[in-house]
């Protein structure tokens, strides 16, 4: 199996900057792809930014131009670089895996999530 460890987050001010870190571990054939996710109380968790391991990438529209998230294969490594934080960023920060553990079996995980409050 996957095991994907978060890290960064914290308690910053409206306008600071945090960087989020997410390692990957474990029986790992290859990564498809890694991203991150947040949840924030009473709303279905988003897709923040992803990218495939053909350098696609997807942002929400909410924090383009604010975020920006890249990738350490050789690391198997994920980060996710977030300026111009707005209170509306808070929220659980959950780093997702799309990987295969054997040539033929794929599937996605998650990590364990890290709590991002952005202050007014």
């Known amino acids: 199996q996957v095991q994907l460890v978060e890290s960064g987050g914290g308690l910053v001010q409206t306008g600071g900057s945090l960087r989020l870190s997410c390692a990957a571990s474990g029986t790992i054939f290859s990564i498809v792809s890694m991203g991150w996710y947040r949840q924030a109380p009473g709303k279905q968790r988003e897709l923040v930014a992803a990218k495939t391991s053909g350098h696609s990438t997807d942002y929400a529209d909410s924090v383009k131009g604010r975020f920006t998230i890249s990738r350490d294969n050789a690391k198997n490594t994920v980060y996710l670089q977030m300026d111009s934080l707005k209170p509306e960023d808070t929220g659980v920060y959950y780093c997702?895996?799309?990987?295969?553990?054997?040539?033929?079996?794929?599937?996605?995980?998650w990590g364990q999530g890290t709590q991002v409050t952005v202050s007014s």
């Open positions: 997702n895996a799309r990987a295969y553990t054997t040539p033929w079996a794929w599937a996605d995980y």
